[in-house]
């Protein structure tokens, strides 16, 4: 018997990080929409991000909201981010259903 395991379930469900959605750490010195001018909040991701226009993925930004994706390569989801609807609203929670594919996550 094949059961199907939710995907808010299954191991092969993670964050995708180009997909998330960020909020830019500033401190009370700086411009909101500017990044941090003053160097209080410098980039340390290694990758040679600008303060006033820092990447996407640098490690010094808190996510906002956490794109959620299927990374088993066998599931007809595969890459498909699980927790948006159908016209692309963000949901906090992973709503779809699971696939043959899925495997229970351990502990």
């Avoid at 995907?7 to 909101?32: I, P, Q």
């Avoid at 640098?58 to 088993?72: D, G, L, N, R």
Wanted: charged share 30%; hydrophobic share 25%; aromatic share 6%.
């Amino acid at each position: 018997m094949n059961k199907h395991i939710k995907c808010a379930d299954c191991r092969f469900t993670a964050v995708d990080k180009s997909a998330s959605e960020y909020t830019r750490k500033h401190c009370k010195d700086c411009a909101f929409d500017s990044g941090c001018t003053c160097r209080k909040y410098e980039c340390k991701c290694g990758g040679g991000c600008e303060l006033k226009a820092t990447d996407a993925i640098c490690s010094m930004q808190e996510i906002k909201w956490p794109a959620v994706q299927c990374t088993c390569p066998d599931s007809e989801y595969h890459r498909s981010l699980l927790n948006i609807t159908q016209s692309g609203d963000m949901l906090e929670d992973i709503i779809w259903s699971g696939c043959a594919c899925g495997e229970r996550r351990c502990g």
